[in-house]
């Protein structure tokens, strides 16, 4: 048996559905059902999914308030009045501040742009900015990917005359700030058609409604805020994405060809993975550390010596982040584990005081996939006596929700269900810990505290070809709401088995069902090797791809997960195989079994797997664990024995040793010819003295002395001959009877069976032994 890391979800379509799909969309069946279980059943609606390119944008007049910013905007330009975009310093703000400036400096307007520095101002608008704005004779500021939480900074721009335009896509409170208008597709009162656009999406509204036309020369800059930001990929989002990743291969503009050189990125192969994991990590790293401005910067360079500088400066903020991120991570989770331990905390939080306020989210969500609970990390400044926090959350837990019921100690709070930020004083952390703590314990169950993989769909081995895979690509690019598909193959045999890499940390497999067969390769699941045995059948979760090599195109699967129902059995019949064995074993679950103390006494066995044996007489009265993995340390001195342990055990893993410290000197008991012809030299002799002349009796023969010594002993046994000091003679009333009478006899015939069935039988004989013998073993799971 080998336990999956997560629950797997795997989703059951409607068949009639998928029937449909396939025969009017021409389409695979594996296709058709990615698309069913994705919720697209409609003939027209999967036709449009497939067919992106023939999609358009929706009318961004349709967005409550358009008009009247269109023309506020246009009203300054004309008086040329200053505009001040005020963004956000991760991805989405920088991005979002790059598309609205360059389309307002596009109509002429006198517009420059500002992001708070998250140090010494924090997340979104604030007072002192207001009034540094309108000492600045500002007169309109417009916000982007923020300022929905902004009540207090609203009442100020009323009272300093300046006209507050708010855009933004974070969730609304059910009261809004004042302003004099506000884009936001989520409003309750706004009936545009899509609510999930990212906060680069709704500037890049704005700016399709100011230009008059889709501003297609802007989308690239959409996309990399739409990807980084993680809304899902759907609709708009998915378009913005599709577009924007096609126009980055043949882009122009200097920032992002300086950033691609920078980071060796191939820009025939951009896909969305090129902005999620290289782009928009490195333009996060900058407003983590610093001012967010180089990055906007960046986007906006005109010359590809100008960007190439700025690219340096990132890249070595990124540098720096990773280091911060590495070393806070490692505290965060020692706080965890002595302070917080995970089974008596629904809900985590930790903090520090000398812990970046950039890099908190990060580590958060480190967390979150270590221990797999909800997660605030706080950043504790004892000076103005207030603690910044990163949330992160898991499947089953709202945070935005949850976290909203605690607004009287979260005076500046915003995000999402999945993640948020705060502000609070320090001395409430412990308050936010309990209530949290409780709201989480109420909400969620032990099964919650499991990962949960969603996978697309089972499949067959003869369902995965290069014509489906090549398909899948239709329904790219992937994000949130549209992952990139995960399959799993169900009840597959092992044909190939291997660890690669330099140090072996990762697994190579070739597996086979109803002859066909599939590569699979799982990056980190190098340990697997040694938890999985040759004769199981194996379930496979991954990723499909083509590999191509040496002009050669093969399918393939990326392992994201393994499991095996079945119980399984680890031939390790050699002392090496033994003691590299023992070094992989999780010592909780394994138990170390010895028929005989000579095993513990002969083997390099370590101290702490002595303490950590059984022997066959104490097993009546220890417990073992549901999950058990046996280690037959020796042979038994019989079936019984064995099939008892394994009845009483129900192991789930059995690792089969057989040791014997007695060499088998022949392979069968010696013929009731070598019996005669033994006896007949004691009649001849009269008597023998086998202490001197065993040797050569043997040689003569070509027998082993322990031959000699053994049929002497049967001899004696029956009482067919007499032994007095080592000298044998026959006895002349002896009765006539069976060599089986003899309890050495027996023994050795029955140590010879056990031999032959335990410890020189194939895998295959053995396996099947166990099958046979100890029917618990197959059922044990089922």
């Given amino acids: 048996m080998l336990l999956s890391k997560s629950r797997w979800n795997i989703k059951k379509p409607n068949e009639e559905k998928v029937k449909e799909l396939v025969d009017t969309l021409k389409v695979t069946p594996l296709i058709a059902t990615l698309l069913v279980n994705r919720g697209i059943e409609d003939v027209e609606e999967a036709s449009s999914f497939l067919n992106i390119n023939e999609m358009d944008f929706h009318d ?64 979104g608008p604030n007072e ?16 982007v990917d923020t300022g929905i939480s902004a009540h207090h900074e609203g009442e100020v721009a009323k009272e300093l005359g300046l006209d507050l335009i708010i855009t933004d896509h974070h969730e609304p409170s059910p009261t809004l700030p004042e302003s004099y208008a506000i884009i936001h597709p989520k409003k309750t009162t706004c009936s545009y058609p899509y609510k999930e656009l990212a906060g680069v999406g709704v500037a890049f509204k704005v700016a399709h409604a100011l230009l008059g036309r889709v501003p297609e020369h802007l989308i690239e800059i959409a996309a990399i805020g739409t990807i980084a930001d993680l809304v899902p990929l759907t609709g708009e989002n998915r378009l913005i994405a599709y577009r924007g990743i096609r126009q980055m291969k043949s882009t122009t503009r200097p920032g992002l060809r300086a950033l691609f050189q920078k980071c060796g990125v191939d ?33 906006m360079a005109t010359t ?35 302070k917080y331990p995970p089974e008596e905390h629904s809900f985590i939080i930790v903090e520090g005081n000398d812990w970046n306020a950039g890099v908190i989210g990060i580590v958060a969500s480190r967390l979150v996939d270590k221990f797999y609970r909800p997660t605030i990390v706080l ?97 790219a690019p992937y994000g949130v709401a549209n992952p990139k598909p995960k399959v799993v193959v169900p009840n597959a045999s092992l044909q190939q088995i291997r660890q690669i890499g330099s140090n072996n ?48 195109r093969k399918p393939q699967l990326f392992i994201q997960d393994i499991k095996i129902d079945e119980w399984q059995l680890f031939d390790i019949r050699s002392s090496k195989q033994l003691s590299n064995t023992l070094k992989q074993l999780n010592k909780e679950k394994a138990r170390l079994v010895h028929f005989s103390s000579e095993a513990l006494h002969d083997l390099p066995i370590a101290e702490e797997w002595k ?46 040793s057989f040791y014997q410290r007695e060499n088998h000197f022949f392979s069968t008991i010696p013929t009731r010819d070598h019996f005669k012809w033994f006896y007949s030299l004691i009649m001849k002799k009269g008597s023998i003295d086998l202490n001197r002349y065993a040797e050569d009796i043997a040689k003569t023969r070509g027998w082993s002395k322990e031959t000699v010594d053994f049929i002497s002993q049967v001899f004696f046994e029956l009482e067919f001959v007499t032994i007095d000091n080592g000298f044998i003679s026959l006895n002349s009333g002896s009765m006539k009877r069976d060599l089986t009478e003899s309890r050495t006899y027996q023994k050795k015939q029955k140590q010879i069976e056990l031999e032959n069935k ?15 013998h100890v029917n618990e073993l197959r059922t044990v799971y089922s």
């Fill in 304 to 338: 590809y010596e100008e960007a190439v500088a700025l690219v340096d400066e990132i890249d070595g903020y990124n540098k720096e982040r990773q280091q911060i991120v590495a070393k806070i991570t490692e505290e965060a989770i020692k706080q965890v584990e002595e």
């Fill in 758 to 772: 335990f410890l020189y039988s194939t895998y295959h004989q053995l396996k099947t032994w166990f099958d046979e």
């Fill in 60 to 123: 961004p007049f349709l967005l409550e308030d358009m008009e009247k910013v269109v023309e506020r905007i246009k009203t300054a330009v004309q008086k040329e009045e200053k505009i001040l975009v005020f963004g956000d310093y991760d991805a989405d703000g920088v991005s979002s501040t790059t598309v609205l400036l360059t389309a307002l400096q596009e109509i002429g307007a006198r517009a420059e742009f500002y992001i708070p520095n998250r140090f010494t101002e924090g997340y």
């Fill in 505 to 552: 940390t990762h697994l190579k497999l070739m597996i086979e069902k109803n002859n066909e067969s599939l590569d699979c390769v799982g990056f980190g699941f190098g340990d697997a090797y040694h938890e999985i045995s040759p004769s199981c059948e194996i379930h496979v979760l991954g990723e499909l791809s083509i590999n191509e090599w040496n002009n050669i």
């Fill in 267 to 299: 820009m025939a192969n951009i896909t969305e993975e090129t902005i999620g994991f290289t782009i928009g990590p490195r333009i996060n790293a900058v407003g983590r550390l610093a001012d967010a401005d180089p990055a906007v910067h960046l986007l």
């Fill in 611 to 656: 303490s950590n044996s059984l022997h066959i007489a104490d097993i009546e009265n220890y417990r073992f664990s549901e999950e058990t993995h046996l280690i037959l340390l020796d042979l038994p001195t019989d079936e019984e024995q064995l099939i008892s342990l394994i009845k009483l055990a129900k192991p789930t893993r059995i690792y089969a």
């Fill in 128 to 143: 002192t900015a207001f009034r540094w704005a309108k000492e600045q004779n500002y007169t309109l500021i417009i916000t």
């Fill in 379 to 475: 950043s504790l400044d004892d000076e103005t006596g207030l603690a910044k926090g990163s949330a992160r959350s898991i499947k089953g837990f709202d945070l935005f929700e949850n976290l909203s019921e605690c607004r009287d100690i979260l005076p500046h709070f915003g995000g999402h269900p999945m993640a948020a930020g705060m502000t609070l004083e320090i001395k409430n952390v412990h308050e936010l810990r309990n209530r949290m703590n409780k709201k989480a314990s109420e909400i969620l169950s032990e099964e919650d505290f499991i990962p949960i993989t969603d996978v697309d769909m089972q499949c067959e081995l003869e369902d995965i070809s290069l014509q489906t895979i090549e398909q899948l690509e239709r329904l």
